[in-house]
């Protein structure tokens, strides 16, 4: 069964920092395509892909303010934000790339002054 446990969200000012991450298990993680989703309301957006190998895709919005990463040797994926904007407020998921059927609680971001 898959399980993601998201962490790292939280509250801070615009043009500041947080880092992600995602303990995954349940998969053979180092395989998977993982991704970086967030909603708002009921509109999910994938943020970030990374495959196996490293190869790294990005959402328009956020390209050059957001990396993300992988260690397949911990079974997980991080998503650095830098620059952050009040319209990066949402909460955060991680799934694979296509998402499997169950999405793990997220983390909430919030950019605020």
């Known amino acids: 069964q898959v399980q993601l446990v998201e962490s790292g969200g939280g509250l801070v000012q615009p043009g500041g920092s947080l880092r992600l991450s995602c303990a995954a298990s349940?998969?053979?993680?180092?395989?998977?395509?993982m991704g970086w989703y967030r909603q708002v309301g009921k509109q999910r957006e994938l943020v970030a892909t990374i495959?196996?190998?490293?190869?790294?895709e990005y959402a328009s919005s956020v390209k050059g303010r957001f990396t993300i990463s992988r260690d397949n040797g911990k079974n997980t994926v991080y998503l650095q934000m830098n620059a952050l904007k009040p319209e990066d407020t949402a909460v955060y998921y991680c799934?694979?790339?296509?998402?499997?059927?169950?999405w793990g609680q997220g983390t909430q971001v919030t950019v605020s002054s």
């Open positions: 799934n694979g790339r296509p998402a499997f059927g169950s």
């Open positions: 349940g998969m053979i993680f180092s395989t998977v395509v």
């Open positions: 495959t196996s190998g490293g190869s790294t």
